[in-house]
């Protein structure tokens, strides 16, 4: 192993460019995912019959195929019917469609959560349904589902690798791409798994920042100055936890 080498992948404009390229279809396919979920999770309250059916074929078909063949399905196959995009846009389509499946039974399960006696008095109150989402479902919602969320935001992360097998240049395509050539799998590969690790770091921070911004006792806590972080570091260790044991289920 060459510790020099290891840096100089570091510090390459192709490893930079790959972990840019993977931190771009991670955020882009999470806010396609969450949005598209958030509308499936408020359809599957609906009554109506047909959406119902719907919204439970959609859930059935992302969730029951792996997402490497919807990856693979989305660029290869459509084209055949004339629908064409390039591996960037069907690596993006393919995650946010898997990712809305998921994040909808999410959102769902937090809205659900929200007791219905508290929808019921915001409306005798003279609310709109819309104004009780906004004002008092919503609010409570988020602090329930932010941490199966982050977890699942992180699983998107390393789950974008998946986007190598279409050409899609990101962080493991440079980095197999680059110890192909010279075969140095293990400097590459080492390079590659820093980059992914720091990315993931950065994602558990910033969840843990949102828990703790969405925590009333917290913000408490941090008025009274008994809040710090050290307290930020413990939920990071919590969220790590979370994330290992959803893996091994």
């Known amino acids: 192993m060459s510790l020099d080498l290891v840096l100089q992948y570091l510090t390459s404009q192709s490893f930079a460019h790959g972990a840019w390229i993977t931190l771009l279809i991670t955020v882009v396919s999470l806010l396609f995912g969450v949005i598209a979920g958030f509308i499936i999770a408020l359809a599957q309250q609906v009554r109506f019959a047909p959406v119902k059916v719907l919204v439970t074929g959609y859930l059935w078909l992302f969730r029951g195929t792996p997402v490497l063949f919807q990856i693979i399905f989305i660029y290869n196959v459509l084209p055949s019917f004339d629908i064409r995009f390039s591996a960037f846009w069907s690596g993006v389509i393919a995650l946010s469609l ?126 009274t100055g008994a809040a710090g972080f050290g307290g930020l570091v413990r939920r990071i260790i919590s969220n790590t936890k979370k994330a290992g044991a959803d893996n091994a289920r």
């Open 98 to 223: 898997n990712e809305a499946a998921y994040m909808a039974e999410i959102i769902r399960s937090g809205l659900s959560s929200v007791k219905k006696g508290q929808r019921t008095a915001g409306q005798a109150l003279g609310m709109t349904r819309l104004s009780v989402l906004r004002w008092v479902v919503l609010p409570q919602a988020a602090r329930i589902v932010l941490p199966p969320m982050g977890n699942q935001m992180i699983g998107m992360l390393k789950t974008s690798a998946l986007v190598s097998v279409i050409a899609v240049q990101d962080l493991l395509l440079v980095a197999n791409q680059t110890a192909s050539a010279d075969f140095r799998y293990f400097e590459a590969l080492t390079a590659a798994g820093i980059y992914y690790l720091g990315l993931t770091t950065i994602f558990m921070f910033l969840l843990a920042t949102m828990e703790a911004a969405l925590d009333p006792k917290l913000r408490r806590a941090r008025a």
